[in-house]
């Protein structure tokens, strides 16, 4: 293998190393911005679903607050409330379905009466309706349970705040019940608007103690979410679970393809220039042997020799040089004829 064509190979594998080198950089450098995007989608997910979550828990603490209203009206009354109708009118939002009083577990009034006839039940006859009802009444506190099919369509969950009355001996007695029936997901809507509005898909999830051991849909965007951050918070007898993931995927916001693009573009531009270089330095080398030695005889010319005689002194500071000169009489003429 002549010299020439190694140094053809060395100048290949040396552009062709950084070439790879910089590729490598590259995916780096896209890895590091992908994990770095990708852990500040998280975060500002995690954010939005905190939030959005007690958003939602202080919209279905405006359905407890009816039904805390309709026991302090019981409780100054001694267990009776006059124009019942007129105070459920007015405690009414476009959320709630209806608005119950069930004294000693039996629902005996209900607001709108017209479309909620059935809703007059005993609410200790029933096995899962019961439990809930005991749940609440021995503990004091307010649950929930569904969500369920409304007779009007949809999906109701039922807030029931235990009632207790305070006897002269000091004692508590249990009153009953004050309900509020509210539809879901209608009552989370501006919270599920803003979600869409910042561009997340979500999922809330309930679990009823001490009925349900699994969390079930309450509402949701629809779609499937992969790899969802959650946040759940308790009220009442429920955990309350909000899954948030971007629309799209957690892909849909991280553009690394254009650190990636720029990158190769970069990188492409460096092996160029030093593809470049090399080849500049192999000229130069190339035309300063020229210059310095005879085309024909490969033997320094005068110009060689004169820089041959610098280095050596500069190279042997104070060392002696001996120089030999042959001349050869009507060499000339071989040339001219010879070449």
């Known amino acids: 293998m002549d010299a020439k064509h190694k140094e053809g190979q ?19 450098m896209v890895r590091t911005a992908r994990r770095s995007d990708l852990e500040k989608a998280v975060a500002k997910a995690q954010l939005n679903a905190v939030t959005h979550a007690e958003q939602m828990i202080d919209q279905l603490r405006s359905g407890v607050v009816i039904t805390e209203s309709l026991e302090q009206i019981l409780i100054s009354g001694n267990g009776v409330l006059n124009n019942f109708e007129k105070v459920a009118a007015n405690q009414m939002q476009p959320c709630i379905q209806s608005i119950q009083l069930a004294p ?10 017209e479309g909620n006839e059935n809703a007059k039940i005993n609410l200790f006859a029933g096995d899962t309706r019961t439990q809930v009802c005991r749940y609440g009444q021995e503990h004091d506190l307010v649950t929930f349970q569904g969500p369920f099919n409304l007779n009007q369509g949809g999906k109701g969950i039922a807030i029931r705040n235990p009632v207790f009355l305070e006897q002269e001996d000091g004692s508590r ?3 009953g019940f004050t309900i509020a029936i509210i539809r879901v997901p209608d009552i989370f809507e501006s919270t599920t608007d803003a979600l869409h509005g910042f561009g997340y898909d979500y999922r809330l999830s309930v679990m009823a103690q001490p009925i349900q051991t699994e969390f079930e849909v309450v509402g949701s965007s629809g779609a499937a979410l992969t790899d969802a951050v959650s946040y759940t918070i308790e009220l009442g007898n429920c955990s309350w679970k909000l899954e948030v993931a971007p629309v799209g995927g ?14 190769t573009a970069i990188v492409l531009l460096f092996t160029g220039l030093v593809a470049a270089m090399l080849v500049l330095n192999d000229g130069r080398r190339r035309f300063r042997h020229m ?30 040089c001996v120089a030999g000169l042959l001349d050869i009489d009507d060499f000339k003429l071989v040339n001219d004829v010879y070449g």
């Open 104 to 113: 000693d577990g039996v629902v005996t009034e209900v607001y709108p009466e």
């Open 291 to 320: 210059a310095a030695t005879d085309a024909v005889t490969r033997l320094l010319n005068r110009n060689g020799f004169d820089r041959a005689v610098e280095v050596y002194y500069r190279e042997h500071p104070g060392e002696s």
């Open 10 to 28: 060395i100048r290949f594998i040396v552009i062709l190393a950084v070439f790879v080198l910089g590729l490598l950089v590259v995916w780096q």
């Open 250 to 263: 957690w892909n849909s916001g991280i553009h690394t393809w254009q650190v990636a693009l720029l990158g």
């Open 173 to 175: 007695r249990f009153w």
